[in-house]
């Protein structure tokens, strides 16, 4: 199933990584309180494209968003997230 964002919307898959106590213990998904704030853009909306020059962000971009942000909605048991892309703060850079 896909989704296409309207406006200046992006589309967010949430992202989990393991997380670790500083002495090497995984926590399982029922230890953590809350959701990630970070993941991968899965779809841009034709308003977050700026009309000269390149646009800030784009597909495949793994990127830091407001902790209260977006609506989540859940697609074929993945979870998502659709935020304004001003609520987008950093893109992460590897």
């Known amino acids: 199933m896909n989704i296409k964002p309207l406006d ?49 962000i784009k597909v495949g971009d793994m990127v830091v968003f407001d902790k209260y942000a977006g609506t989540k909605i859940t697609l074929d048991d993945q979870e998502y997230v659709i935020v304004k892309l001003e609520d987008i703060l950093a893109v992460i850079e590897k």
């Open 8 to 56: 200046d919307r992006v589309v967010i898959k949430f992202v989990e990584e393991e997380e670790k106590t500083k002495g090497g213990i995984v926590l399982p998904d029922t230890a953590k309180e809350e959701k990630p704030q970070q993941g991968e853009i899965i779809a841009i909306g034709k308003g977050c494209c700026p009309e000269e020059g390149e646009p800030e």
